[in-house]
């Protein structure tokens, strides 16, 4: 995946290769500009111009979508088979509509008919009341809004679901709760891909992770090998930087 800047081609992500199990959580961590958002995108054919794939094949089961037509995808992949809750999609919602009427557009979009019950039974199981179906995105909380982009992403029963920093501008609390919400949709049997900075974080959810530096995955193995035992040198910084309440070792080095 790459983008073209004044006539030069510059690799965002380059030679990545991951493999995703039925029901199984992989998490991907890195630091900003790493390429996340761009490796996630490229799968979703989201990329923003300049942004192209210039190489490589992603395999759905037996099928290579990357062969697909965009039309193709569009009604075969997105949001049936996977679904996926961009970076700060919560503070896309659109102001001027009720949540159900932003429902109800992805059910039209797919040639389907809008089913209140299913929808209802999915706010429930993200923790959210029918009411809130009725209200404006202003009048809802950060994490409100946010498992409302989680609801929005299972409606058409998606086999994946991408998160990309579902939990980024949210309070601890919050954000433990959301990861509890993507604990249950993969005990549910969703697959889930989860891209944070934050690896403590993702490491309560994911199977494995894949260590993301410059565009490359530097490191990809079981969740417990990524955090007992980097091998990666990066890795090891980045397990190091994590901060630690109660860390004497850490605090020692706090001044204020
Ligand atoms: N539309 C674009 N045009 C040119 N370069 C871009 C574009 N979008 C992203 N990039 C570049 O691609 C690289 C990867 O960006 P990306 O958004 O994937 O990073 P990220 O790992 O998701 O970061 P963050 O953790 O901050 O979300 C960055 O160097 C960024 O500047
Ligand atoms: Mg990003």
């Known amino acids: 995946m790459s983008y073209l800047l004044r ?5 965002a992500v380059d030679n990545v290769s991951l493999e995703l199990h039925k029901g199984e959580s992989l998490g991907i ?4 500009g790493c390429g996340k958002s761009t490796l996630v995108s490229a799968i979703m054919r989201n990329l923003s111009p300049p942004g192209k794939i210039t190489a490589g094949r992603i395999y759905l089961d037996e099928l290579e979508i990357t062969k697909l037509s965009d039309k193709e995808f569009d ?3 997105r949001w049936k088979k996977i679904s996926i809750i961009f970076q700060g999609a919560m503070n896309t919602l659109d102001p001027v509509y009720i949540i159900k009427s932003q429902i109800k557009d992805i059910f039209q979009t797919h040639g389907q008919i809008y089913d209140n019950n299913k929808v209802v039974k999915i706010m429930e199981n993200v923790g959210l009341d029918k009411s809130v179906l009725e209200k404006y995105p202003h009048e809802l909380s950060g994490g409100m809004k ?3 982009v989680i609801a929005m992403a299972l409606v058409l029963e998606p086999d994946i679901i991408i998160a990309d920093e579902p939990t980024t501008a949210l309070d601890v609390l919050v954000q433990t709760q959301i990861i509890t919400l993507l604990k249950k949709l993969k005990e549910k049997g969703i697959s889930i891909i989860l891209i944070s900075h934050d690896l403590a974080l993702i490491s309560e959810l994911v199977d494995k992770i894949g260590i993301m530096y410059a565009g490359k995955i530097i ?5 417990k090998e990524i955090i007992f035992s980097p091998k990666h040198p990066y890795t090891q910084h980045l397990i190091f930087s994590t901060p630690q309440l109660g860390d004497p070792f850490r605090e020692k080095d706090i001044k204020f």
Do not use: D, V
């Open 75 to 77: 009604s075969k992949i």
């Open 7 to 11: 006539n030069k081609i510059l690799k």
């Open 219 to 223: 490191e990809f193995n079981l969740t």
């Open 146 to 148: 946010q498992r409302i």
């Open 29 to 32: 961590a890195g630091e900003s």
